[in-house]
């Protein structure tokens, strides 16, 4: 049976991590809020895009459209995952995700899974135990002012892949935060621009009666507002998986609060008993030595 100090101990260890674990909560709470303030940001941004390419788009006939794309052609895909572990099954859920998604663009058609990036290096061990193994392996940013920085390094990849193994297909995996709490893994097509969604723009209708004006050749301004958008887009996956990613450690760390303590409870209730205990046997020994020595007098 355990000792009053040895038990002593376990209670102050359980208090030390209750309160790391406290510490954690709160941490992941700020920073959930911060990310997702990060993608409220990006309405007025894309609505700015939208608006210039809404103008840019009504000039048909010197604007080249975005070629279609073949069902057939390289296919490349980035997997958003997090660096830190501490935050359950995300992980797991976006890679089994993402695979799933990309088995099935192969059975669908001719088309070639190719370079694959890992957002994350838990993401990347992860699709290495799956037998996907990513070329190269892009680290999460610690804060929003960060986030900048690795849309600008894939933006500069998707150049480099469509360059040198003709990718006409990028595709994002991440997780996205409902309601700030539960997470669930989405699928993003980044290239091709979905032409029905420029089809939309060009037709909407202008909010004043002032149209703008623009000096710059329309092809060149087309192409400046798609690199915009697609900026928008990489920024909004990275903001949102971190988002879950500290959801998900929220809710990690709201179980093991749980759980430490009941124990705490538990260690509480021994304690008391043992200490019960010794009470009760130094009585017991004291009763026991006055009733030998009132026998030796008698």
Not at 199 to 208: A, E, F, H, Y
Not at 280 to 288: A, F, G, R
Request: charged share 25%; net charge positive; hydrophobic share 45%.
């Amino acid at each position: 049976m355990e000792t009053i100090e040895a038990i002593s101990r376990r209670i102050r260890t359980a208090e030390d991590l209750r309160s790391v674990v406290r510490t954690m909560k709160g941490l992941a709470a700020v920073s959930i809020r911060q990310y997702e303030r990060a993608v409220a940001s990006l309405e007025n941004y894309n609505h700015a895009v939208e608006m210039g390419l809404q103008i840019v788009l009504r000039h048909e006939d010197t604007v080249m459209r975005p070629r279609a794309t073949h069902r057939d052609g390289r296919v490349a895909a980035l997997v958003f995952g997090s660096d830190q572990g501490l935050c359950g099954p995300l992980n797991r859920q976006v890679v089994e995700h993402a695979i799933s998604e990309l088995d099935g663009v192969a059975r669908g058609g001719k088309a070639q899974i190719g370079a694959l990036i890992a957002v994350g290096s838990r993401a990347a061990m992860e699709l290495e135990m799956s037998g996907r193994r990513p070329e190269h392996v892009i680290h999460l940013p610690s804060s929003v002012a960060g986030i900048t920085e690795r849309v600008q390094d894939v933006l500069l990849q998707l150049d480099a892949w469509r360059a040198a193994q003709h990718v006409e297909r990028v595709l994002l995996f991440h997780q996205r935060t409902e309601r700030g709490r539960a997470w669930r893994p989405a699928t993003v097509q980044v290239l091709p621009v979905d032409t029905a969604w420029l089809d939309t723009l060009r037709r909407r209708p202008w909010p004043t009666r002032n149209t703008p004006t623009f000096t710059m050749p329309p092809a060149a301004l087309l192409s400046d507002l798609i690199q915009q958008h697609l900026f928008g887009v990489l920024y909004r996956a990275f903001a949102e998986s971190l988002a879950s990613e500290n959801a998900a450690r929220l809710a990690a760390m709201q179980a093991a609060e749980k759980n430490i303590d009941e124990r705490w409870q538990q260690l509480k209730a021994l304690f008391h008993q043992q200490r019960q205990a010794v009470i009760t046997e130094e009585l017991l020994d004291v009763v026991s030595g006055f009733e030998t020595m009132r026998h030796n007098k008698r």
